[in-house]
């Protein structure tokens, strides 16, 4: 069974420091994929990236940056120079293919609240 | 171009009352996901469509929750008999199929809707 645990259920910082959003998984899956999900105050959960089992280079984007490690099981997300539009809750989600269909996993969120 | 609509935004209900959903997905995706959100906590899958047909449902489907999609389009989401577990943020997503064919490769991106929340008193 697919599990995604994010530890971190809510993260203060002060607008411009640096935060990572921490998530690891459990899958048997050789093949997987690995998702970042935003969710504003408004709801609509937006994606950010997503990366597959095979590709374990970091990205980065903006102010954004994702470590993948598969020796830990992990897909951490940084925000550098934290803003208060990145002020949400964050999940991190595991993907497989389960009898022709995307399976979703997601972790319980953390929420970032980024104080001006 | 317009996102995923789920309409209504709010909806407060009486327990035992039966209650309908409704979300547009993007024009052109084939896919259509129902999750369920409940305070704290990630969305939990519910059921999904491929162009009209249903071709998976969670066991947290109960026998009162019903999901259809007649054309292939917008789709509608009932619970009836309502109880007070069922209060929650219902969203829809939707996607297209992956690059190469219809078959799951498990990498779509999925877009959201902005959820309906139900509260059952």
């Known amino acids: 069974a697919q599990k995604v645990t994010q530890a971190q259920t809510e993260i203060s910082v002060v607008e411009k420091e640096d935060v990572t959003l921490d998530c690891v998984y459990e899958?048997?899956?050789?093949?997987?994929?690995l998702f970042w999900y935003k969710q504003p105050p408004s709801g609509e959960l937006v994606f950010l990236i997503r990366?597959?089992?095979?590709?374990?280079q970091n990205e980065i984007s903006g102010r954004y940056s994702w470590n993948f490690q598969k020796s830990t099981s992990s897909f951490n997300f940084t925000i550098t120079a934290s803003q208060v539009v990145d002020s949400a809750v964050y999940f991190c989600?595991?993907?497989?293919?389960?009898?022709?269909?995307?399976?979703?996993?997601f972790g319980i969120g953390t929420k970032l609240q980024v104080i001006p | 171009d317009t996102g995923v609509s789920q309409n209504p935004r709010h909806k407060i209900t009486k327990r035992g009352q039966n209650v309908t959903f409704r979300c547009d997905p993007i024009?052109?995706?084939?896919?259509l996901y129902w999750y369920r959100q409940t305070l704290g906590q990630g969305p939990e899958f519910l059921t999904y469509?491929?162009?009209?047909?249903?071709?998976?449902k969670s066991r947290l489907l109960s026998d009162r929750f019903s999901a259809e999609r007649p054309k292939g389009s917008f789709s509608t989401l009932e619970i009836q008999r309502t109880e007070q577990g069922d209060s929650a943020m219902y969203l829809c997503?939707?996607?297209?199929?992956?690059?190469?064919?219809?078959?799951?490769?498990?990498?779509?991106?999925?877009?959201f809707g902005s959820g309906t929340q139900l509260s059952v008193l």
């Open positions: 997503a939707s996607s297209l199929p992956p690059v190469g064919g219809q078959g799951g490769h498990g990498n779509e991106k999925l877009f």
């Open positions: 899958t048997r899956d050789t093949t997987y994929y």
């Open positions: 990366r597959n089992s095979f590709d374990e």
């Open positions: 989600a595991l993907s497989e293919v389960s009898g022709g269909y995307q399976k979703v996993t």
């Open positions: 024009s052109e995706h084939n896919r």
């Open positions: 469509f491929q162009n009209e047909a249903q071709l998976e």
